[in-house]
């Protein structure tokens, strides 16, 4: 272990050397002040029944919570950090129904504390609870008598053991409800307990078991239960057999979801006393090539999105039969609901774009009259403003159409000095959607350009587009990011200048990609790469459920056969003269072994042709499958393909 560790050392100090280079400081400098324009600008906004939105903003250096009212177009502080005795930070908030309480959570020390606020009283309450992680799980859950759940985590870094707790304001009294020591059924261990409630169910609170599939275990419990001494008897409603695509919404009297129909998405219903999973009533069918994203009932109707792999579009349906196009300032790269539950008229909604900066908006009106009547968020940054996005269709090697984003400046004309990186992911049907981000922006302003590749393995055209990317098929994920980054190099930059970024398990696409071309990129960064997936179960955080249906399991012959062909380790070509590599990894990284990207570096060092290309392992030490400083990390990344495709 001592020689393992010195080893990472090492790399990292040779990573770190590379960018100890005054040109790295600025340009992390520049990008920490643009971020920094307009961060007055609220920011983590939330409702409550009581018709006020919530949010902060920034003011020397520290979070202030505010409210507005947009019947009266009222601002008013509700909770100042720096004038509390306790002189807390405000690292994460969630208002009650009633704006009575704020939940508030204070960082130090790397640890977080969970406060109460009585906002009519102006006081300030520590729980001491602790096991509140918001980088891990950013959720609270309040129900009906003032009490509030949370998930909780005994390790910072891992999911082990994760538990939920209700704390009552009341008596300042709390205990676990939901876990492996409270729960009479056996509860999913690779499963993290989530907690929802719903206005319309107000007697029950409901727990869902997520892990990286994208189908869940669903749970509900009566809340007179909580009060009883003893294990809970969780009644089940739903389990990942059932091919519910993640959460469902509840009114009165029926459950709403996402469910995998005859190898389709589609948006169903079922009557919530007589729950008829495998019969439910169809409410939406998405159209060839589009997939149902998101959705969320309100008083008006069920508000839904369509996504065609690269934009998508906002729709309300009020009956059987009667559908509108909600009216907003389309292309959007992405819509998420922030959920009314059936209570209110109005909508939130998240929307951003690879051009546009994350906005949240209210959405109201009735019938065919909505409209945005509020927005929260930070502006597009003015100097990088000056930018489109096209989208294109790039034929992969068996004439499948590839949707492709090309992000680039108006105007665009290639140059013998224009470069292009090339973002794809492929994996657990997840879709690449569109986000804003000044570092790629300014990369993409000097005449540059931003690729990215939805290639399949994803979720962007639907449930079938994710499964012609998985197992004995994974060979098309890295096969249309051949053929996209072919069209890049031919088409759009017409020169070599062409790198490739990914995370995770868009490792597996992106280092088969190069396995097979290495010739086709001049470098690539990576961010806590899946890389050597047939050891993956080594990891004690492994989760079969996900990684066995995407890429295999060595426990049957079909599943050791997939991973073979798969696994980029053991593919690499020793003969090959591979890119320009630098691959970010977290030593303690609860899903990805250090010892994936350690024995990629490790083999490519060893049969490196060409000496002055760099095969770089930056370790962030004490951090896990996520960044230490976004900016830094992120930064590092990109500034290193900048260097390397100039030369």
């Not at 993409?444 to 290639?455: E, F, G, R, T, Y």
């Not at 320009?580 to 042709?609: F, N, R």
């Amino acid at each position: 272990m001592k020689e393992n560790n010195f080893w990472l050392r090492k790399q990292d100090s040779i990573s770190e050397k590379y960018f100890k280079r005054n040109e790295f400081s600025d340009f992390i400098n520049r990008h920490k002040k643009l971020n920094s324009v307009g961060s007055a600008r609220p920011q983590m906004v939330k409702t409550a029944d009581n018709g006020l939105y919530y949010y902060t903003k920034d003011s020397d250096s520290i979070s202030i919570l505010y409210s507005y009212d947009l019947r009266t177009n009222l601002e008013n502080v509700v909770f100042d950090p720096s004038k509390s005795q306790e002189k807390i930070s405000l690292s994460y908030y969630n208002p009650s129904p009633d704006g009575k309480y704020i939940m508030i959570t204070h960082f130090e020390n790397q640890e977080e504390t969970i406060f109460v606020y009585n906002v009519i009283k102006q006081k300030l309450v520590n729980t001491g609870l602790k096991d509140f992680h918001s980088d891990l799980l950013d959720w609270v859950q309040w129900l009906p008598n003032n009490s509030f759940t949370y998930t909780g985590f005994p390790e910072s870094d891992s999911f082990n053991d994760a538990y939920v707790r209700i704390h009552n304001i009341a008596n300042n009294s709390n205990k676990i409800v939901y876990s492996d020591k409270v729960n009479i059924n056996k509860v999913n261990p690779n499963g993290i307990p989530v907690s929802y409630t719903y206005p319309k169910q107000p007697n029950k609170l409901f727990v869902y078991e997520a892990d990286a599939s994208e189908h869940y275990n669903c749970f509900s419990l009566d809340i007179t239960s909580l009060a009883k001494v003893g294990k809970f008897d969780w009644e089940k409603l739903f389990d990942k057999n059932d091919s519910i695509i993640y959460y469902a919404e509840f009114d009165e009297s029926s459950a709403f979801y996402k469910q995998v129909k005859n190898g389709q998405i589609v948006l169903a219903s079922s009557p919530v006393d007589n729950l008829d999973i495998k019969n439910p009533n169809i409410i939406v069918k998405a159209e060839e090539g589009k997939s149902i994203d998101d959705f969320s009932v309100s008083a008006q109707g069920i508000f839904y999105t369509l996504s065609n792999g690269i934009t998508e579009e906002m729709f309300l349906k009020k009956n059987k039969s009667e559908i509108s196009k909600i009216p907003l300032n389309y292309p959007i790269g992405s819509i998420n609901f922030k959920s009314s539950w059936g209570v209110s008229d109005s909508i939130s909604i998240v929307y951003e774009g690879w051009n546009i900066n994350k906005t949240e908006a209210i959405v109201n009106g009735s019938m065919n009259n909505y409209h945005i009547i509020g927005k929260f968020g930070r502006k597009n940054i003015e100097e990088l403003s000056d930018i489109e996005v096209d989208v294109l269709q790039v034929e992969s090697y068996d004439g499948t159409l590839v949707p492709m984003s090309v992000v680039k400046p108006k105007n665009y004309t290639p140059s013998r000095d224009s470069k292009a990186i090339i973002l794809a992911y492929g994996a657990y049907g997840y879709s690449l959607d569109a986000y804003y981000d000044s570092m790629l922006l300014d990369f993409v302003s000097q005449n540059n350009v931003l690729v990215v590749a939805h290639i399949r393995g994803g979720g962007e055209k639907g449930h079938k587009w994710y499964e012609e990317g998985i197992m004995d098929k994974k060979i098309n994920s890295w096969k249309d990011l051949i053929a996209c980054s072919e069209y890049t190099k031919s088409q759009i930059i017409n020169n070599e200048k062409l790198g490739i970024l990914v995370e995770s398990a868009g490792g597996i696409s992106a280092a088969m990609a190069i396995n097979e071309r290495p010739d086709l990129f001049k470098a690539i960064s990576g961010i806590n790469l899946t890389l050597n997936p047939i050891r993956i179960a080594d990891n004690p955080n492994y989760t079969e459920d996900d990684n066995a249906y995407d890429f295999g399991t060595t426990e049957t012959k079909e599943g050791f056969k997939s991973l073979l062909a798969l696994d980029p380790v053991l593919n690499i070509d020793k003969t090959a003269d591979y890119p320009a590599t630098y691959l970010m990894c977290g030593d303690e990284d609860e899903l990805i072994p250090i010892s994936e990207p350690s024995k990629y570096i490790a083999i490519l060092q060893s049969i490196q042709v060409d000496k002055s290309k760099p095969i770089l392992l930056n370790v962030n030490f004490g951090v896990g499958h996520d960044y230490d400083d976004y900016t830094v990390d992120f930064g590092k990344a990109i500034f290193f393909l900048n260097q390397e495709l100039s030369k």
